[in-house]
């Protein structure tokens, strides 16, 4: 869908959820090379900056959360194609941090396609402090009782970490290169908008790598409860095994077609019997007891 808006110096045309009919559009109207369509088609392309003949193709990736991902809070590349009086925008998903841009951010392209930039920093740290939220939720739960779906919720986040680490670290790589374009960052608020983008990157590069030290922490210690846990439950099924073996063994011992103390004493035997057995069991139940084992 193509939503055009001309503005004071140029006009932005943003293109989201586009189908086959956008990009031939984009490709006869907008004369947009079939190598650079391929690009935005790509879900998986990386932060990059390209000069091509007749535009400049900046991609970015900014984070969302899509539900036919495997990931649930992942990223996705937007495309920012500008010439000297249009910028195209293109996403395969809407993109809404767009619509937060203000009619006053948009004097000129270069503060706009910063703006974007700033926007997208801004989108990951708020995007983070709900990962946050959801992994002290799911430590809260284990804290009560381990189950399994709470250790899946932390290895999404643990996947969404990762994913916007490199979006990040990608989007600051784009940043250096835009500031190194001749006459890109040429105002004092052009410089002040690439230097708050750049603080905010940096700041989401922080966040990312404290959740992650954190929630590698959180995962070690319950990792170590459950092998602690697992330990525990075999020595106690091994001790409940020797316990139950004693009986047995002294059973099969008087089950055998052979002389056998008192056997021409049937109620000796049978007490004697049971009074071994009692005095084997609770002595093992003794040592397993004081060793906290059972």
């Not at 586009?18 to 490709?27: A, I, N, R, S, T």
Request: aromatic share 8%; hydrophobic share 45%.
């Amino acid at each position: 869908m193509f939503v055009t808006e001309k503005l004071e110096n140029f006009s932005w045309v943003n293109v989201g959820n586009p189908d086959h009919k956008d990009f031939e559009k984009l490709q006869n109207e907008y004369k947009i090379d079939e190598d650079t369509i391929s690009d935005i088609l790509d879900p998986d392309e990386q932060p990059r900056f390209e000069i091509e003949d007749d535009y400049k193709v900046i991609i970015v990736r900014f984070p969302i959360i899509n539900r036919e991902n495997d990931t649930l809070w992942h990223t996705e590349p937007l495309s920012i194609i500008y010439t000297s009086n249009r910028v195209i925008t293109v996403c395969r998903k809407r993109c809404d941090l767009l619509d937060k841009i203000k009619k006053s951010e948009k004097t000129s392209r270069e503060e706009f396609i910063l703006n974007v930039m700033y926007y997208i920093a801004e989108s990951y740290l708020r995007m983070l402090k709900e990962l946050n939220k959801r992994v002290l939720a799911s430590k809260r739960v284990l804290l009560e009782r381990i189950r399994k779906k709470e250790l899946m919720d932390l290895l999404e986040v643990e996947n969404s970490y990762t994913l916007y680490m490199a979006g990040i670290r990608g989007n600051i790589a784009v940043l250096d290169k835009l500031e190194k374009v001749r006459g890109f960052v040429k105002t004092d608020e052009a410089k002040e908008l690439a230097e708050d983008a750049r603080i905010e990157l940096a700041q989401a590069t922080e966040v990312v790598t404290s959740y992650s030290k954190m929630l590698k922490a959180i995962k070690e210690t319950f990792e170590s409860v459950i092998n602690m846990d697992s330990n525990t439950n075999i020595n106690r099924l091994t001790m409940w095994n020797i316990v139950l073996v004693i009986p047995t063994v002294i059973v099969g011992y008087y089950g055998m077609n052979m002389q056998l103390p008192f056997a021409e004493n049937p109620k000796m035997a049978v007490s004697i019997f049971i009074a071994i057995m009692v005095l084997l069991v609770g002595f093992a139940l003794f040592g397993a007891i004081k060793k906290r084992i059972i």
